[in-house]
């Protein structure tokens, strides 16, 4: 099976590197990505949109044999939603890390611009729950490594327009958000997680982890998306 992997924000192809060789070794074949415009300069990546990170995943679906795996971490699950969207014809499954599925016109979130483009705002910018388990070490290592994101990418409303997008088999694998409280969102459904109450084939599987666990449990996050490949 082809597993398309894409990184959430300020992050790239590397940031997979500890999650990719249990993959292979299971005999899939894997292509982790860097979205286009990270770690550009604002003068280069100012057009750079949403659109434009789905149509890459889009042109790696294409350039496939047969069908593929999408696997997205944090803003990366928005943007496998929308090629799964636009390609649902190739898609076995869609793999959501540690996110929620957007609907039509959802955008990831908003941050602060600085020169044009947006860095890394630093692990104070998250909640206490989504770091906990990244030591020290690891907080270094993963915050060396980041890379800024076009101004636009965040913000950018998500477009959808394929409803077959919704019969596809999808996995979450949460870290932050325990499962019995994803059910009962599911249950109530609040117009934020309307898309996410229309999916008909839906598992929710719980990692022990905090929002980053290819850096904290690359192992666990493995096995996991082994896990899903398996079941479809």
């Known amino acids: 099976m082809d597993i398309i992997l894409v990184p959430g924000l300020w992050l790239d192809a590397s940031s997979w590197d500890d999650v990719t060789p249990a993959l292979q070794s299971a005999g899939h074949t894997v292509h982790p990505l860097t979205m286009p415009g990270v770690g550009v300069p604002a003068v280069d990546s100012s057009e750079v949109g949403i659109a434009d990170w789905v149509d890459a995943v889009v042109d790696e679906i294409d350039a496939s044999p047969g069908l593929v795996v999408l696997v997205g971490h944090s803003g990366g699950g928005n943007v496998v939603y929308g090629a799964a969207d636009a390609r649902p014809e190739k898609v076995a499954r869609v793999v959501f890390v540690d996110t929620f599925p957007p609907g039509d016109g959802g955008s990831i979130w908003e941050f602060p611009i600085v020169d044009g483009v947006i860095p890394f705002p630093g692990w104070d910018f998250f ?106």
């Open 127 to 232: 909640e206490e729950p989504e770091i906990a388990d990244l030591d020290e070490t690891t907080r270094a290592d993963a915050a060396a490594r980041t890379r800024s994101v076009p101004a636009r990418v965040p913000t950018d409303p998500l477009r959808l327009a394929d409803e077959r997008r919704r019969r596809l088999p999808v996995t979450m694998l949460t870290g932050t958000v325990a499962a019995d409280e994803i059910r009962g969102i599911i249950a109530s459904t609040p117009d934020w997680a309307a898309e996410l109450a229309a999916l008909q084939d839906l598992e929710i599987v719980e990692l022990h982890s905090g929002h980053w666990p290819q850096f904290s449990k690359p192992g666990e996050l493995g096995a996991a998306i082994l896990k899903a490949v398996d079941r479809t």
